[in-house]
């Protein structure tokens, strides 16, 4: 068995076949989801030809952001994704806090 091939004695990595999951967030809550990036960023420009502040993210837990639109106002976009300002990633966290508390 070679290492790095995946492989255990007991059988393949549990991890092994996960595929990523990429989600597409605005109006403070994600709304779709998506198997490719690709159709997540296409989606994400069609919404904010509308006017809105979009975000891609790849997985659940702790989101990685992927991707924002409109690109002009990326840096205002990662603030809010970083503050939890507005952000998708914001009502998630306050869900997650509130379960969490005794």
Known sequence: MARGSG???WGPKP???IRHRYRVGFD???????ASLDE???WARLVA???RMVWV???RLFPKLEAVFP??????????WNDRD???RSKFLDYALEFLRP
């Not at 403070?28 to 998506?34: G, H, I, L, R, V």
């Not at 690109?71 to 809010?80: G, L, S, V």
């Open 15 to 17: 991890w092994a076949g």
């Open 71 to 80: 690109e002009a106002d990326a840096n205002e976009a990662i603030r809010r």
């Open 7 to 9: 492989e255990r004695w």
């Open 28 to 34: 403070e809550a994600y709304q779709e989801e998506f």
């Open 57 to 59: 993210s790849k997985g």
């Open 86 to 88: 507005g952000s998708p």
């Open 40 to 42: 997540a960023v296409e």
């Open 49 to 51: 030809e509308t006017g």
